[in-house]
């Protein structure tokens, strides 16, 4: 039986736009949904309402126009509840354009359109290739006790922890999905040890912030307010979306919306057979994304959270996906990649692809437009090999230090459209990375039969958690050694959050269940692992003192391109002269980084990835003098230093560690310096603390 409520009248209302729209006498409610032979609409005044306060059955030649179903309702207002229900199923379905959801994520709720005050908002004035961008998870970075915030695991949370990304340096935050997805879409063997999806890689409301991020019952509000406050300290916000399917799964999944509106329409489905479907993105369904109706809701979304979210850009979660055509075969010209690039409400917005997809379609360095930044998946692959000693890559990992001009020059792109990472959520921490070979997923109750095998890490001599001093101080280096050559090459580097604090996971590679402290931001690791945090900053601020690592075009080793008539780059091998890149046994990398501006003074780097100690050649520059300002095999603080606290370097020759990464800078012949190192280099092996 329904409660008496509210008075409402209702009227036929309009089409267009899509979900609750509030006006000044009542909300219009539209939804498309050309399967459906009947439509209701279920009020409710609260979320956890047991029954409605009015269930409205709409007439098909009233409130049906070109597929879409629609009602206006004089005397509702914003906070109503509301949900849809359709012939096909008695169970509640969600407005899929729903602004709000509740904390079940079943009911959408209206929400007043233009009141929240943005005091003057302006994203960061801040172009592309000055951007450090920082992955972080808006749940799991200050979950923690230690993180000492006032309301942890929400949006809010991460505003409280704002000083702490300004010290780090970075520009901006790449949040993992913030958009409401379902909490209880996981395995049989996660969910018979109580775990819950934790990343959010399960959407149900494409436009609505994820409700237990927030610390009251406003969720768009607080994730505005973080916004807002990012934007004051000069930080971007982008958004990790999942656009490529949603939690509804396959044929034996949950019904949410888009099952019942029109199955065959948003998902990918056999022909003739519409409970079959495709599944490209290995979560059972796949978003129809070229689809007319389906490109124009996706796009209006992005556009959305740009307009009344003010958010900054998007990565596209296996963004491959997004250029299959409605047969499900890869596109030339995909329309919604097209739609999306040439949109001017996105116009200024970053778009970053994840250019793969679970079924096979791997575009990095391929992917669709001109506007589109990729994540460097080869990047990724090769500095770990690299790094680790694999024999043969000296060539290899060039091309990707020096912007991945293999894949990018010859469509007209530039390195800035390269998103180089090491780590990222999905895979070992840098910490892990360092200390497993092999993934640690038991905990996730699927028998560690998920995650990859393949992670190209090496653990330095012991599996696991160790003891030993000098393993531990050789995982340290080699932290230190990925974080400096991600900062020293071409592109825009990407940082995973907890990485500048060595944060484990104990091996697991797939933390996407683990709700807890497997998955969250230890924050009291910022004191155990001070050294580790002070050196990523001071590489930050290396990186951003440098015009000649954030390059816009691509390096070319001519005279002339760098500043005072030198070549922007010059390759070194040991001695004197390029290395010899064909020598599958060369583990002993340097190059010489021309500044760019009159007031930069050149870099040069030197890189060691063997088990043996090395010796380089330094080149002697006319009228300036080299200054050490990191040495990674050197215990903090003495492993990294800004200019007023650097070593003169006396050269001719620098002695390398094992495993070692070198930067030196140049200024002018006389310039201040504390010390002098000795003729030969002084790179020190000892036990680090930090």
């Known amino acids: 039986m329904q409660r008496p409520g509210p008075r409402f009248v209702v009227r036929a209302g309009e089409p267009y736009p899509p979900g609750a729209t509030p006006g000044p006498s009542g909300v219009n409610f539209s939804v498309f949904g050309p399967d459906p032979v009947r439509m209701a609409l279920l009020l409710y005044e609260s979320a956890d309402d047991a029954a409605p306060i009015r269930t409205i059955e709409l007439e098909p030649g009233v409130h ?18 509301y949900a849809w229900r359709t012939d096909a199923s008695s169970a509640e379905i969600l407005d899929p354009w729903a602004r709000a959801v509740d904390g079940g994520c079943v009911r959408g709720r209206v929400v007043e359109t233009g009141a929240y005050d943005w005091e003057e908002d302006r994203p960061p004035d801040r172009a592309v290739d000055d951007c450090i961008i920082y992955e972080l998870h808006v749940g799991g970075f200050t979950r923690d006790d230690a993180s000492a915030v006032t309301h942890p695991g929400t949006f809010l949370g991460v505003v409280e922890k704002i000083p702490y990304l300004k010290s780090l ?80 799964g396959g044929a034996g999944g949950r019904v949410i919306h888009f099952k019942s509106l029109a199955a065959d329409v948003f998902y990918h489905v056999e022909p003739g057979h519409p ?18 109706v389906v490109a124009d809701f996706l796009v209006r979304c992005l556009e959305y959270w740009v307009e009344e979210m003010h958010v900054d850009g998007f990565r596209i979660d296996l963004a491959s996906v997004l250029s299959r055509g409605e047969d499900g075969r890869p596109m030339a010209h995909p329309p919604v990649l097209r739609m999306i690039e040439s949109s001017p409400v996105l116009r200024d917005a970053k778009l970053i692809a994840e250019p793969w997809d679970a079924a096979g379609l791997y575009q990095v360095g391929d992917y669709q437009g001109p506007r589109w930044m990729e994540w460097n998946g080869r990047y990724r692959d090769a500095i770990r090999r690299s790094l680790c000693g694999e024999p043969g890559m000296l060539s290899e990992l060039a091309t990707r230090i ?87 090459s071409q592109g825009v580097p990407m940082l995973l959050a907890g990485d500048e604090v060595l944060r484990t996971q104990g091996g697991n590679n797939n933390a996407y269940c683990q709700d807890n402290p497997i998955g969250w931001f230890d924050w009291s ?41 030198q070549a922007d780059i010059v390759w070194h091998g040991p001695e004197t002269g390029p290395p010899d890149w064909n020598d599958p046994g060369a583990r002993v990398l340097g190059f010489t980084l021309a500044g760019q501006v009159d007031d930069e003074g050149d870099l040069h780097v030197m890189l060691n990835m063997s088990d043996a100690a090395a010796a380089m050649t330094v080149p002697s520059l006319a009228g300036h003098a080299w200054f050490r300002a990191v040495d990674t095999a050197l215990a903090p603080p003495e492993d990294i230093a800004p200019p007023p606290n650097q070593t003169a370097f006396a050269g001719p020759r620098y002695a390398l560690a094992a495993h070692s990464v070198v930067v030196l800078e140049s200024r002018t012949a006389g310039q201040g310096a504390s010390r002098t190192m000795p003729a030969k280099g002084g790179s020190v092996t000892g036990i680090e603390n930090g």
């Open 275 to 292: 409970a079959r479907y495709r599944d490209y993105s290995g979560c059972g369904n796949t978003v129809n994304c070229n689809h007319p």
């Open 64 to 81: 049906n126009t070109s597929s879409y179903w629609h009602v206006f309702v004089e005397g509702a207002e914003p906070g109503l509840h």
């Open 525 to 565: 690791r910022t004191e155990s692992n001070a050294g580790m945090l002070r050196f990523t900053r001071e590489m930050i601020a290396l990186r951003m003192r440098h015009r000649a690592l954030r390059r816009r075009e691509f390096l070319t080793g001519r005279p002339g391109t760098g500043r005072a008539g």
């Open 169 to 248: 340096g970075v520009t901006d935050v790449e949040l993992m999905p913030v958009a409401a997805f379902d909490a209880d879409d996981v395995p049989r063997g996660a969910a018979r040890l109580g775990l819950t999806n934790f990343w959010g890689y399960s959407p149900v409301g494409f436009y609505a912030p994820h409700p237990r991020y927030a610390a009251g019952d406003d969720a768009p509000a607080e994730f505005r307010d973080m916004v807002k406050a990012l934007h004051r300290a000069g930080i971007g916000v982008i958004l990790d979306v999942v656009l490529n399917h949603t939690a509804e």
């Open 402 to 488: 020096a912007g991945s001009s293999d894949l990018y020059l010859e469509t007209g792109k530039r390195p800035t459209h390269g998103v180089n990472f090491v780590t990222c959520h999905d895979g070992f921490t840098l910490w892990d990375l360092v200390s497993y070979e092999t993934k640690r997923n038991r905990a996730n109750g699927e028998n560690n039969r998920d995650g990859s095998d393949q992670n190209l890490g090496w653990n330095c001599g012991v599996e696991g958690p160790t003891d030993d001093a000098r393993v531990l101080a050789l995982r340290r280096r080699q932290a230190r050694n990925f974080v400096a050559v991600l900062l020293l």
